[in-house]
């Protein structure tokens, strides 16, 4: 499907815009802007909008809904656009083996019947997968999680694992919470995960509001959509 009239020029300015007000929360924070890596979370937009970020060389996008993800990912491959894909949403263990197919990361690994389940699709694929270790900073595993006590022993548990590759954590900051408390509480599970593995540095936190905090707080990936994207209806 082609982009609507104007779609391409927006969507460039926007990118640009966001890649400027990141360099700038990074200088803030006293960091290099190459520290922090940008995911456009393109959730509820078409393929074209994904197919215009990549040519702009925006590489990393990410996806929290397999039904959406698989096909999105599928029109790109056939057009022979690979970017690095990053599943940032919660994650059932019954679409492990249809993530596998395309996740480069996985940024909501939780419990230990997903590292398995996550790890043998991993590994019938012949695939090696980034794994972040979402953690649930308030203790509330409603919302997906896992809870700081049980951090240590999901790291080990990722770390022994054959095909999937334990990166670092990922949190979103609970919203009744100022943000800056809830970054630093996963500064310190980071180290923590750190000392499990000490290549596991990755830090994937910072949405749309807050993602000046997490840079000041060491993030090391944002998630972001509607500033480069805008607002948009549901595809479904």
Request: aromatic share 4%; net charge negative; proline share 4%.
């Amino acid at each position: 499907m082609a982009p609507e009239p104007g779609r391409r020029e927006r969507l460039l300015a926007a990118l640009s815009r966001t890649r400027e007000d990141l360099a700038a929360a990074c200088a803030a924070a006293g960091r290099e802007p190459g520290s922090v890596r940008l995911i456009v979370v393109t959730k509820n937009f078409p393929a074209s909008d994904a197919r215009i970020l990549i040519e702009a060389g925006q590489a990393d996008l990410g996806e929290n809904r397999d039904q959406e993800a698989a096909a999105k990912a599928a029109a790109l491959a056939e057009d022979g656009l690979e970017p690095t894909w990053h599943f940032v949403g919660r994650l059932q263990r019954n679409k492990a083996r249809s993530v596998a197919e395309y996740a480069d990361w996985i940024h909501s690994v939780d419990r230990a019947r997903l590292v398995d389940a996550l790890d043998r699709a991993a590994e019938a694929r012949g695939r090696e997968v980034g794994a972040l270790l979402q953690v649930s900073l308030d203790g509330d595993v409603s919302r997906g999680g896992v809870p700081v006590p049980e951090l240590t022993a999901l790291a080990e548990r990722v770390a022994a694992s054959a095909s999937l590759r334990l990166r670092g954590v990922m949190a979103v900051a609970p919203l009744d919470w100022e943000p800056l408390k809830a970054f630093e509480l996963l500064a310190e599970c980071s180290q923590a995960v750190r000392g499990v593995d000490a290549a596991a540095t990755e830090i994937s936190a910072g949405m749309s509001g807050d993602f000046a905090e997490a840079i000041a707080c060491g993030a090391t990936m944002v998630r972001l959509g509607r500033n480069v994207l805008g607002e948009r209806e549901s595809m479904t």
